[in-house]
């Protein structure tokens, strides 16, 4: 077998792990990102929830001092109405009074409104307090939990990495190229075995002069519909092709 193709298999092998060693890295840190976006998240709805409340608060507070407005002005006039023998003065402030009554009564339905909003409000408030501290707890514990579990595999991902450009320093750049094109696109298989005749990478038939000369070990070969790095296995005894 071809040097060259032996070390492609090697750092094949090499890539795999490190691929699946970065995802599971990935894995850990995403849960993470996951944990510390669902706290960022549920931070900023309370604070955006806390200014609402804040606003509410006002608006409440001016529509209570526009009520008490009303309620006087409509307890001065009633005054004015004992004083009144004027029918039509009589008529004009009984008017006003009644004016005033439907305005108060539409600002105490627009206050109990916001009452009724703002005791939403601070349910939501708590929930996401507590919500928060639970979020925040877990993260924590999280993050004590997987620092040494991603400290480790960060270590390994380095050594694999060192070994691994080791290794392609010993391929042709042109084929170590093509071998890092087809391992990309191929999902993590570029090298791959020729089986009774056919590429196990894409299960393509071969044609028969080309797989008598990936047999013969004596050049890199190629599948001719994926493009992959052929091999054949070596024979073991009872095994016929």
């Given amino acids: 077998m071809p040097q060259e193709l032996t070390l492609l298999m090697n750092l094949q092998a090499l890539d795999q792990e490190l691929r699946e060693q970065e995802q599971a890295l990935a894995k850990i840190t995403g849960r993470i990102d996951e944990l510390r976006g669902a706290t960022e998240q549920a931070e900023a709805e309370l ?36 004083l009144i023998r004027n029918e039509r003065e009589l008529q004009a402030l009984g008017h006003e009074v009644e004016s005033l009554k439907e305005s108060n009564q539409r600002l105490e339905t627009e206050l109990l409104g916001r009452m009724e909003v703002s005791d939403q409000h601070t349910a939501r408030l708590k929930e996401l307090t507590d919500l928060i501290r639970q979020k925040r707890s877990e993260l924590k514990a999280a993050e004590k939990e997987v620092a040494n579990q991603a400290e480790v595999l960060k270590g390994e991902i380095v050594k694999r990495r060192i070994e691994r450009d080791k290794l392609a320093e010993g391929i042709e750049p042109p084929l170590r190229q093509r071998y890092a094109m087809l391992f990309e696109r191929r999902h993590g298989l570029a090298v791959a075995s020729a089986k009774a005749g056919t590429c196990q990478g894409c299960r393509m038939r071969i044609p028969p002069q080309l797989y008598n000369q990936i047999q013969k070990h004596q050049t890199i070969q190629f599948c001719p519909n994926c493009q992959r790095i052929l091999y054949v296995e070596p024979k073991s005894a009872g095994d016929s092709d």
Avoid at 48 to 64: C, D, F
């Fill in 47 to 82: 604070e955006t929830l806390k200014t609402e409340e804040q606003q509410a608060v006002l608006a409440r507070k001016e529509l209570e001092r526009t009520l008490a407005e009303g309620e006087e002005q409509i307890r001065d006039k009633r005054m004015r109405l004992s």
